[in-house]
């Protein structure tokens, strides 16, 4: 197992030629996840030594744009490298209630066909994650998706027992988000990593002493 972190943009809400705002890379065994996708994502991803093509799972932590008016443009050109493929599995795209219909218009009016598919699991927001002015309730904002059969995916609301929300779970890896405090309702991410049986002969050790 392994595991590389690549920090493609750490600033702000003004990039600067030296610093990109906000976009994370993590890779694991071939595959690339990507958390936040801000402006200018592409042109870094080209700069690193990573293929954008690996990347299967994005996580958005929130709706400003400087963390995810990148996305619409990764998509358009992860499908120009694309090949039409009917057993290729979805993008997961992760992130707040409202992200969906955000890349459905986007695409939309557009006129960007992808040629592979994408899924958006939206997280549902608490009120008390911003400031009580700033909240807005996105939740009717999926009718015209659902209407051209692009309402996929699930609709994540918080569990209380674990106070996370629940996002992947496979043999390796659980992801889960939580929620913070901001201007508007924002997400963290983490990503643990399963226990693992050790490789030792237990039997040959005793033997050995």
Same mark, same amino acid.
């Given at each position: 197992m392994s595991? $590389?972190?690549?920090?493609?943009?750490?600033?702000?809400? @003004?990039?600067?030629p030296?610093?990109?705002?906000?976009?994370?890379a993590? %890779?694991?065994?071939?595959?690339c996840?990507?958390?936040?996708c801000?402006?200018?994502?592409?042109?870094?991803?080209? %700069?690193?030594?990573? &293929?954008?093509?690996?990347?299967?799972?994005?996580?958005?932590t !929130?709706?400003h744009?400087?963390?995810?008016?990148? *996305?619409p443009? *990764?998509l +358009?050109?992860?499908?120009?490298?694309?090949?039409?493929?009917?057993? &290729?599995?979805?993008?997961?795209? @992760?992130g707040p209630?409202?992200?969906r219909?955000f890349?459905?218009?986007?695409?939309?009016?557009?006129h960007?066909?992808?040629?592979?598919? @994408?899924v958006? !699991?939206?997280?549902?927001?608490?009120r008390?994650? +911003? =400031?009580? $002015? $700033?909240?807005?309730?996105?939740?009717?904002l999926? &009718?015209d998706?659902?209407?051209?059969g692009?309402?996929?995916? %699930?609709?994540?609301? *918080?569990?209380p027992?674990?106070?996370?929300?629940?996002?992947?779970?496979?043999e390796?890896f659980?992801?889960?988000?939580? %929620?913070l405090? !901001?201007?508007? =309702?924002?997400?963290?991410?983490?990503?643990?990593e399963?226990?693992?049986a050790?490789?030792l002969?237990?039997?040959?050790l005793?033997?050995?002493?």
């Open positions: 595991l $590389e972190v690549t920090f493609l943009g750490t600033g702000s809400a @003004y990039p600067s030296a610093r990109a705002a906000s976009a994370l993590l %890779r694991r065994e071939g595959h996840w990507l958390f936040d801000a402006e200018g994502t592409q042109t870094q991803l080209m %700069r690193s030594h990573l &293929k954008a093509g690996r990347i299967t799972k994005i996580f958005i !929130h709706l744009g400087d963390h995810f008016f990148g *996305l443009g *990764l +358009c050109t992860l499908s120009l490298q694309s090949s039409p493929d009917p057993n &290729k599995p979805p993008v997961d795209i @992760y209630l409202g992200l219909s890349i459905w218009r986007t695409l939309e009016l557009s960007s066909q992808l040629l592979f598919p @994408y958006v !699991h939206e997280l549902v927001p608490t008390d994650q +911003c =400031p009580a $002015e $700033e909240f807005k309730d996105f939740s009717s999926d &009718k998706e659902a209407s051209s692009e309402a996929q995916g %699930r609709i994540i609301h *918080l569990d027992v674990e106070n996370s929300y629940l996002l992947v779970d496979d390796q659980v992801v889960k988000a939580f %929620r405090f !901001h201007r508007i =309702p924002s997400f963290g991410f983490a990503v643990e399963k226990p693992r050790g490789k002969n237990v039997q040959k005793k033997e050995i002493g």
